[in-house]
């Protein structure tokens, strides 16, 4: 099977992915949950899978979001690579692509050689999947900006990929919103 992966623009390409979005994080299911209420950077760029032309619904199935920062690590300057809103339409899982599209980001990130490690936040129920697909646990503490201020985020679990830098403790400024 050869799956079409498309890199674009993160704001010119919200529209297409909105719908996607809306499908698998309702509003009003994301409101009641502990991170309903955290304001979220947009992606610098989105990974984008349609599903074949000939399935019995054609459109977008999967997205990745790609962010780049320069964050601090024990209080030291670091480029990394964020990813965040992984998700795929729920009539096309378990065919890979959210694997592909991850793969797809991952690569992207390593073609910028500043950047030491990604990082993404998941669910405790998601942690699983992406440590099979090499992520790590980061055991240490993650700070971020919210509209009121800096605060602890720890709404979710920080998981990085390690490129040079192999992350494990420490404490991490996101020195942004988070994503
Ligand atoms: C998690 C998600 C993105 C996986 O997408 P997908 O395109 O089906 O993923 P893939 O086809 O690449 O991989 C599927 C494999 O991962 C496994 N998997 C899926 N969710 C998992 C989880 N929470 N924990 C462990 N394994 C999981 C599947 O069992 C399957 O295993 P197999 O290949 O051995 O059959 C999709 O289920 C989804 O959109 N979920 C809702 C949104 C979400 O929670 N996103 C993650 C945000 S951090």
């Known amino acids: 099977m050869s799956i079409e992966i498309d890199i674009l623009n993160g704001d ?17 299911v994301v409101e009641k949950l502990p991170w309903g209420h955290i304001e979220w950077a947009h992606a610098d760029l989105r990974v984008l899978i349609d599903a074949p032309w000939d399935s019995p619904q054609p459109g977008l199935a999967c997205h990745v979001g790609i962010f780049f920062r320069t964050i ?13 809103g992984v998700a795929t339409r729920e009539d096309c899982r378990g065919h890979g692509y959210a694997t592909v599209a991850l793969n797809a ?22 942690e699983a999947f992406y440590q099979a697909r090499g992520w790590h646990r ?39 919103l988070p994503w």
Request: aromatic content about 10%; proline content about 7%; glycine content about 8%.
């Open 105 to 126: 980001a991952v690569q992207t990130m390593r073609d910028h050689e500043a950047i030491r490690f990604a990082l993404l936040f998941c669910e405790p129920h998601n």
């Open 12 to 28: 010119a390409s919200w529209k297409q992915v909105a719908p996607l979005m809306d499908a698998v994080w309702p509003r009003h």
């Open 72 to 84: 601090t690590w024990d209080g030291r300057k670091v480029d990394v690579g964020g990813i965040g």
């Open 138 to 176: 980061f055991e240490g503490e993650v700070y971020a900006e919210q509209p009121e201020g800096r605060v602890r985020f720890d709404a979710m679990a920080p998981l990085v990929f390690d490129f040079t830098r192999k992350p494990r403790d420490g404490v991490i400024d996101l020195c942004g």
